[in-house]
């Protein structure tokens, strides 16, 4: 059974742009978490979609989005972005949003110059 | 967000020795799990744990969930070179997770 891939793996972009990443869950799980990872900070959670509905999340500006489509894929949207945005961005999935197992994608690992 | 207290934070040791990290909560879960993360890649699940008290392997690893629902610890029996990485612990209400800071294992041949 595939993992669950991201799109695109690598990507550079300019202060002010925006950026719009990709996830695709395991097949047959439903919820879909961003997750954000930096040296300093470490994990930290984005929002969870389940059923196409945000039903999680964290402490970030609006600035970050998403959204999940009726097949459970999933993308992040970052607008005006900043050069702390640097990170790499992980996606989740679960089964369902009560499922405690949760495996995570390879990573999109953005640099913002 | 709430972030777990995991130790050590790094640690260098020599092939053929045995490993332990644990993680500590305020608050109680419903769920433990062990990660471990590769450069440039994405964390892998290596074990979960469901209720207090449990002691779970998976191959060389060793995984318990404290009594106290607050804590679990990861030993890693024999290690060879390939256990190199960063190793994550996670608590789960079901709801959220919440992640442990890492442990950077390097393993000397």
């Known amino acids: 059974k595939a993992g669950v891939t991201q799109t695109p793996r690598y990507l550079i972009k300019t202060r002010g742009q925006q950026v719009t990443l990709s996830c695709s869950p395991i097949s047959g799980h439903r919820s879909v978490s961003w997750y954000q990872q930096t040296p300093g900070q470490g994990l930290q959670f984005l929002f969870e979609?389940?059923?196409?509905?945000?039903?999680n999340k964290g402490n970030f500006p609006g600035r970050f989005s998403g959204r999940q489509f009726s097949n459970s894929r999933s993308e992040m949207n970052v607008s005006t972005l900043e050069l702390g945005d640097s990170a790499l961005y992980l996606c989740a999935s679960r089964r369902a949003q009560s499922s405690y197992e949760q495996y995570f994608g390879p990573g999109t690992r953005l640099t913002v110059t | 967000g709430q972030q777990l207290n995991q130790s050590p934070q790094s640690m260098f040791i020599q092939e053929g020795e045995d490993v332990s990290m644990n993680c500590t909560s305020s608050s109680i879960f419903n769920t433990w799990l062990w990660y471990k993360q590769d450069p440039g890649e994405g964390p892998v699940l290596l074990i979960a744990l469901y209720k207090a008290g449990e002691l779970t392997s998976n191959g060389r690893l060793t995984a318990q969930f404290g009594i106290t629902r607050k804590d679990s610890f990861l030993n890693i029996s024999a290690s060879i070179p390939s256990d190199v990485g960063i190793y994550f612990c996670a608590g789960s209400t079901g709801n959220q997770f919440y992640f442990g800071t890492g442990t950077s294992l390097t393993v000397i041949p």
């Open positions: 979609y389940f059923s196409e509905t945000q039903r």
